[in-house]
């Protein structure tokens, strides 16, 4: 089935900008969806429809997809960012949703 | 605003099956399709199963095939998740979320999660 590749941590210091991937085949072609979880909490959507942001979430959170990377970046990072984020995707395929492996961003 | 409340995790031992219920409101139950995620300790977002809006569709994660079912009463506003001859595998934190969009394949609301510990 399909395979979401993101890298296990990024580290980046405040007030900075945080870029994390989620890599795949042709993903520019997919809709892409991303998810902050923080410690101990459920998940959060983050950015939905590739660079689309739910209401209440800042604007320093954006997404981009494009060929075979899709991006969530993070501006003017702040501590209470620092979190575990993930890709997301519907794959016509097999019908499932796939989650990539997750990104722990520090800030450091 | 839009709430999902899970219930029914516990410790289970091996073989055994257990029911997930998570109650949804501040929405039209009957308007959105419904998902159930898992998180092993340490481990990532697993998807589990998908629910169409009017329980006409059902998908599963290949992990789950054949040993899980999901369902929707509207009578009660709750999706539950039955699992049956479990495994140490699957314990996990089990999370309901709605879907989002109109195809319901995002997930944009999320509970707050339930406990599953399969051990003898």
């Known amino acids: 089935s399909y395979v979401l590749t993101q890298a296990p941590s990024v580290s980046v210091a405040p007030g900075e900008t945080a870029r994390i991937t989620c890599g795949a085949i042709?993903?520019?072609?997919?809709?892409v969806h991303w998810f902050q979880q923080r410690p101990g909490q459920a998940p959060v959507l983050v950015v939905y429809d590739d660079d689309d942001r739910p209401s209440g979430i800042p604007d320093r959170f954006s997404g981009s997809n494009s060929e075979n990377t899709a991006t969530l970046t993070i501006s003017r990072v702040e501590a209470g960012d620092e979190a575990d984020y993930y890709c997301?995707?519907?794959?016509?395929?097999?019908?499932?949703?796939?989650f990539g492996g997750g990104t722990k961003l520090t800030v450091l | 605003q839009v709430q999902l409340v899970e219930s029914g995790g516990g410790v289970v031992q091996p073989g055994r099956s257990l029911r997930l219920s998570c109650v949804v409101s501040g929405l039209n139950f009957s308007g959105y399709a419904l998902h159930w995620v898992r998180q092993a300790p340490g481990q990532g977002m697993e998807w589990v199963a998908l629910?169409?809006?009017?329980?006409?569709?059902?998908y599963y994660g290949d992990s789950v095939k054949g040993r899980f079912s999901i369902s929707r009463d509207k009578s009660k506003d709750t999706v539950y998740l039955q699992m049956n001859n479990l495994r140490a595998e699957v314990t996990a934190v089990y999370y309901c979320a709605k879907g989002g969009g109109s195809t319901g394949d995002f997930l944009d609301v999320w509970g707050q999660g339930t406990t599953v510990t399969v051990s003898s």
């Open positions: 042709n993903i520019g072609f997919e809709t």
């Open positions: 629910i169409w809006f009017d329980g006409s569709d059902k």
């Open positions: 997301q995707v519907w794959d016509d395929g097999s019908d499932q949703v796939i």
